[in-house]
């Protein structure tokens, strides 16, 4: 059973660009959220996806936006990319109807930006 | 969101228990004690969650105080690979989404 996954590792950006992050989430898993992880920092919340729409969003600008797919798997895309972007971007998967609710992160795409 | 505090580091010998502290004062009766950790180049995992008894699993155990203002985590036997940034979360039943502090940065000695 393949876990989250998400593409690509490592990325490279210049200010000003955009770019587009990939997640697919855990088998039978209908909800994927994103979190962003600064160098030393805890990760922190962007938003959440379910039914191919945004259902929570954290303390993040309109730059960052999302997307999910019918089959689930998610896009996160960020414009007008700033040298602060830099960071890991962590995808996690869940179903929160189980009662048993827990979140699965994916390994994350290291971005940087220049 | 309900606030955990956390040592920022926590060293221990291979093969020792180790107790990894977290405190919440402010905790809510509806509030889930959540214990997450992330091993290096990767990303977070899930460990172990409790409401108000002790709760224990193949990875872990969880010792909450009868107060709930206070958890503590026990790797019962640590191992070089328990060595991971350990995070303490306060989470509503259904929420949807984690709040991650700093952390314990835990080091186990060979």
């Known amino acids: 059973d393949a876990g989250v996954t998400q593409s690509p590792t490592h990325l490279i950006k210049t200010r000003g660009q955009q770019v587009t992050l990939r997640c697919s989430p855990k088998s039978g898993h209908d909800t994927v959220s994103w979190y962003q992880q600064a160098l030393g920092q805890g990760p922190q919340f962007i938003f959440q996806y379910y039914e191919e729409e945004e259902r929570q969003r954290g303390n993040f600008p309109d730059r960052f936006s999302g997307h999910q797919f019918p089959n689930y798997s998610s896009e996160l895309n960020v414009n007008a990319l700033l040298l602060g972007d830099s960071a890991l971007y962590l995808c996690?998967?869940?179903?929160?109807?189980?009662?048993?609710?827990?979140?699965?992160f994916g390994p994350g795409t290291r971005l940087t930006v220049t | 969101d309900a606030k955990t505090t956390q040592p920022n580091s926590m060293e221990s010998n291979e093969e020792e228990p180790v107790h990894l502290p977290c405190n919440h004062s402010?905790?809510?009766?509806?509030?889930?004690i959540h214990w997450y950790r992330q091993l290096p180049s990767q990303g977070p995992e899930y460990v172990i969650h409790g409401l108000t008894s002790n709760v224990n699993n193949r990875m872990a155990s969880l010792a909450i105080a009868e107060d709930r203002k206070s958890s503590t985590l026990i790797l019962h036997r640590a191992t070089l690979r328990d060595a991971a940034v350990y995070y303490c979360?306060?989470?509503?039943?259904?929420?949807?989404?984690?709040?991650f502090g700093q952390g314990t940065r835990l080091t186990i000695n060979p």
């Open positions: 996690a998967s869940s179903y929160p109807r189980d009662s048993y609710y827990e979140q699965y």
């Open positions: 402010t905790i809510s009766g509806t509030d889930y």
């Open positions: 979360i306060l989470l509503i039943q259904g929420a949807q989404k984690l709040v």
